[in-house]
Each structure stands twice: as C-alpha cells, then as structure tokens.
C-alpha cells in the first residue's frame, strides 16, 4: 500500500484497477470512496491529533491573529475530510477558505502525483510558483509540489521509522526536495521566505 499513500481513495482504487486488471462502475467507485471516507472521518473525529511541533509551527507563521504569510492547505483528500481533520486538530484558523482537495475542488477529480491540484490552488491565490513553498508528508504530495513547480520540503516525521528510509531515498533519488525528519525544522519555511521576500506558502 506504501505505492498509494498521499493518494485520495479515488486514485487508490484507480491504481488498483490499472494494477490488478479489473474495473469498476462509475456508480461502486463512488460507493466505496463515500464508504472509506465515512469511516475515516469517524476515526479521525475519535482518535486524531496534530503531529508534535505542527501547531507551534503554524503559531509562528500566523502571528497575533492576523497571517503574516498566506497559507494553504492543497490535499488530495476529500474536502469533508479535510475540514475534519483542520478542526480536530485546532488548525482551522490558520486557512480560514484556503482550502483546496483535489477530489472535491476539481472537476473532473483527480489525486497527487497529478499536479492539478496545486495549480489550481496557486491560480485561486494569484500567485506563481516561485512565490510559493509547499510541505509535502508523502511521494506523492511531493512529485506533485514539484511538477507543479514549486519549491518542496519533504516532511516524513510523521512516519514509522520503518517507513522513513524508503521515503528518503525516494526524495532525494528524485532529488526533489529538501527532506527534514522533525516538524519543528519547518521554521526554515520562515527564513526561506524572509530572504526571498515571498508572502504565500502552500503547505
């Protein structure tokens, strides 16, 4: 499963189909991918909270009540998903309406690597992509940062150790991105932008 992760259950199914040589109707498709994210978003309304350091990060950025930089949340999951996640773990402030799903805000839908998604961000915005940074957790996520242009920090603190070297590897075989193992690092984000002089983040 490691292939799909910073997919959307759409692309997992998708990749599925293309892999094991099978198809579903439009109409079961949609059936499991309202199914998975029903669950998932049972789950993360139980169980989830913010990875150590990611609050204080966001903090740092949003200061005061009033954002010093724009920020973005640009994700492959559903937007219902999204939100869910943003409220459960007390980040819903710091994106206010910037909050973009390549499953939901996309028509047709379509899920990272595509990198759709931060295009269509970044045109929403009225930036470039040279104005911008993301933080990507997955291949993914990260493959489609970069198509799309923008300059990529690759965060996998958030992974199982067995998890991190595959990842590592991958990163910097495709030389995409700077990787950092702690959340807390992401202040680089902060100076990056300062000496460059740009205001907007996609994370």
Same mark, same amino acid.
């Given at each position: 499963?490691?292939?799909?992760?910073?997919?959307? #259950?759409?692309?997992? +199914?998708?990749?599925? $189909?293309? &892999?094991? &040589?099978?198809? +579903?109707?439009?109409?079961?498709?949609?059936?499991?991918?309202?199914?998975?994210?029903?669950?998932?978003?049972?789950?993360?309304?139980? &169980?989830? $909270?913010?990875?150590?350091?990611?609050? $204080?990060?966001?903090?740092?950025? #949003?200061?005061?009540?009033?954002?010093?930089?724009?920020?973005?949340?640009? =994700?492959?999951?559903? +937007?219902?998903?999204?939100?869910?996640?943003? &409220?459960?773990?007390?980040?819903?402030?710091? #994106?206010?309406?910037?909050? #973009?799903?390549?499953? !939901?805000?996309?028509?047709?839908?379509?899920?990272?690597?595509?990198?759709?998604?931060?295009?269509?961000?970044?045109?929403?915005? =009225?930036?470039?992509?040279?104005?911008?940074?993301?933080?990507?957790?997955?291949? =993914?996520?990260?493959?489609?940062?970069?198509?799309?242009?923008?300059? !990529?920090?690759?965060?996998?603190?958030?992974?199982?150790?067995?998890?991190?070297?595959?990842?590592?590897? !991958?990163?910097?075989?495709?030389?995409?991105?700077?990787?950092?193992?702690?959340?807390?690092?992401?202040?680089?984000?902060?100076?990056? +932008?300062?000496?460059?002089?740009?205001? =907007?983040?996609?994370?």
């Amino acid at each position: 499963m490691s292939t799909y992760v910073g997919q959307n #259950f759409g692309g997992v +199914l998708r990749g599925m $189909e293309e &892999k094991h &040589k099978f198809q +579903l109707s439009d109409k079961n498709r949609d059936m499991y991918v309202k199914l998975e994210e029903d669950r998932v978003i049972g789950e993360i309304e139980a &169980k989830a $909270e913010p990875c150590v350091g990611c609050n $204080e990060v966001l903090d740092e950025l #949003f200061t005061g009540g009033k954002p010093q930089y724009t920020m973005a949340v640009v =994700s492959s999951s559903a +937007l219902r998903r999204v939100e869910a996640s943003l &409220k459960k773990a007390g980040q819903t402030e710091y #994106f206010s309406d910037r909050v #973009f799903s390549a499953a !939901t805000s996309l028509i047709p839908p379509t899920s990272k690597p595509n990198p759709r998604i931060y295009i269509h961000a970044m045109d929403k915005l =009225s930036v470039k992509p040279e104005e911008c940074i993301a933080v990507e957790d997955s291949v =993914s996520g990260m493959r489609a940062a970069v198509d799309a242009g923008i300059y !990529t920090i690759g965060y996998i603190g958030c992974y199982l150790d067995t998890h991190r070297a595959d990842d590592d590897k !991958t990163a910097k075989d495709q030389q995409s991105c700077k990787l950092y193992w702690k959340y807390a690092t992401v202040r680089y984000v902060d100076s990056w +932008l300062s000496a460059t002089d740009k205001r =907007s983040v996609a994370i």
